[in-house]
């Protein structure tokens, strides 16, 4: 029980931290001079942050170290209250929003999902778009790593945490011997890839508004949008060419981008197995679809076909979700192999969702390994990724989790098509959320949304939000029996 008050006690810090994220709305009402957001921002900052200090002094006797256990149970507990407090602003400022509505939204936004249950998002104001966007770009690396750079200055050690939050299954290495100074460095990358990706989208032509908004969602890889029609409606190939080349950078280990930041060469990046997989998949991708949409006479000219496959492809694939043009309407192979590529192609250690590339790569290599073990039994044959040994407890550790992620998937589609979706809707709303990508096919196609969906159906697609974003074991580990034994 004491390390449960722990676990509250950290969660209360968390809390009065992330009640600074609503800094950045309350600045942009001032500069809209929108004094009624102004307020309502005010008064939802003062909210959170008391009940932040609240739960952190009842329980600041119970202050200490974090078993891994509890270290998971943080890690859901703050995923899930965040989003709570999230929804405060919206459900003040868009008329006739349901909780259920308004916590998808949020919780779609700090998941980095991208999907979203609103219209008429070219009307909203300012402030509330930028609320939303800074979320996915918060979410994007992880509240929690944010919060280990803090909490060892508070007492409250940050290992177990980043273990449990960080996405991949190489989850021991690490860039700086501390984990706040790890959580430092790639938070800095973070930042200042950001502060670039704003100021090439300006350049590119978008406002500053729309600029800082879609930088955050493009590094996030969260895909919201401050139009309905997203990126369509810019209809500009210069503004499309700047997000592909952001959001693939995105989709790459950050701990790669700081190591070649450090050692000032690119060649890491080619040492780098995952990203070259990742990266090399996805512009050959982009050259097949585009060809294969030439082919069906979908666009009049292959630049043409390109120009559209390039983007949507890439943002599917990196689970970004925008949409330049209604990808739902082309022959099923192109969107369903973009959904195959959101599955798979995110880093580790990324903005991504999904199985990720490492655990794709290590599949791979495990199938050629019993390939060869059925022709020669005794063979000692250990797994190499880029030139480093993989230990067969990783290899288990990943064939269990693509078991459970596969169950996961199916199990939630088949809640859907049992509550009355479709199966094109019911699947691919699965996959875009258990995947973290956005938008999928039939109603919650990218020329609609998730508004249609029932309450019920709307929280089974939050759940598979959660569980996708904390790789399936964080969450499903808490409905085991075990983990509550002592």
């Known amino acids: 029980m004491r390390r449960l008050f722990t676990v509250f006690h950290a969660l209360g810090l968390m809390l ?31 909210w959170t942050f008391s009940a932040g200090t609240l739960m952190w002094l009842v329980t600041r006797r119970y202050r200490g170290e974090l078993s891994i256990r509890h270290g998971y149970l943080l890690v859901v507990a703050m995923w899930t209250a965040m989003p709570a ?30 999907a979203t249950v609103l219209t008429g998002l070219d009307n909203l104001p300012p402030a509330i778009n930028v609320w939303r966007h800074e979320l996915q770009w918060i979410g994007g690396l992880g509240v929690i790593v944010l919060a280990v750079a803090v909490l060892p200055l508070l007492g409250i050690g940050g290992r177990q945490l980043f273990k449990a939050e960080t996405p991949g299954p190489m989850k021991d290495s690490a860039l ?42 493009a590094m996030g890889l969260g895909g919201f949008s401050t139009h309905d029609a997203s ?29 070649v930041w450090r050692g000032k060469s690119l060649r890491i990046y080619l040492r780098d197995a995952e ?20 082919w069906r006479e979908v666009y009049p000219d292959f630049l043409t076909a390109l120009r559209h496959a390039s983007f949507n492809l890439v943002s599917i694939a990196t689970d970004s979700g925008y949409a330049s043009v209604d990808f739902g309407q ?20 990324s903005t ?45 550790a990943v064939l269990g989790f693509i078991f459970l992620y596969f169950m996961t998937i199916a199990t939630l589609t088949f809640v859907l098509l049992i509550s009355g979706l479709d199966f094109v809707t019911g699947f691919t709303a699965v996959l875009a959320s258990v995947n973290n990508i956005g938008p999928g096919l039939g109603e919650v196609g990218p020329a609609g949304n998730f508004a249609g969906l029932t309450d019920f159906q709307t929280w089974v697609c939050t759940f598979g939000m959660l569980v996708g974003r904390l790789e399936i074991f964080t969450v499903l580990i808490l409905f085991t029996p075990a983990f509550w034994r002592r």
């Open 16 to 46: 009065v931290v992330f009640s600074f994220a609503y800094l950045l709305p309350i600045v942009t009402a001032l500069i809209y001079s929108d004094y009624i957001m102004l307020w309502d921002f005010l008064l939802t900052m003062l």
């Open 85 to 114: 407090f999230g929804t405060i602003p919206l459900l003040m400022m868009i008329p006739d929003l349901s909780f259920t509505n308004a916590y998808f939204e949020t919780m779609s936004a700090m998941t980095t999902t991208g």
């Open 176 to 217: 700086t011997p501390r984990i706040a100074d790890t959580a430092r460095s790639l938070w800095i990358v973070y930042v200042a890839v950001t502060l670039v990706c704003i100021l090439a989208l300006k350049w590119a032509g978008m406002n500053w508004l729309d600029a800082v908004c879609h930088a955050f969602s």
């Open 231 to 259: 990126v369509g409606y810019f209809n500009s190939p210069l503004i499309e060419f700047v997000l592909i080349v952001f959001m693939l950078f995105a989709v790459v280990n950050f701990a790669t981008h700081f190591l």
């Open 275 to 294: 990203a070259v997989a990742s990266v090399g998949l996805i512009v050959a991708s982009c050259f097949g679809i585009a060809l294969f949409l030439w």
């Open 330 to 349: 082309w022959p099923i192979f192109a969107p369903m192999w973009m959904f195959f590529l959101g599955c798979i192609c995110a880093s580790s250690g």
């Open 352 to 396: 991504g969702g999904g199985i990720k590339m490492i655990r794709t790569l290590v599949l791979i290599k495990q199938a050629g390994r019993e390939f060869l073990k059925l022709l020669h039994p005794t063979v000692v044959n250990p797994m190499k990724i880029g030139g480093h040994v993989v230990a067969n407890n990783i290899v288990f």
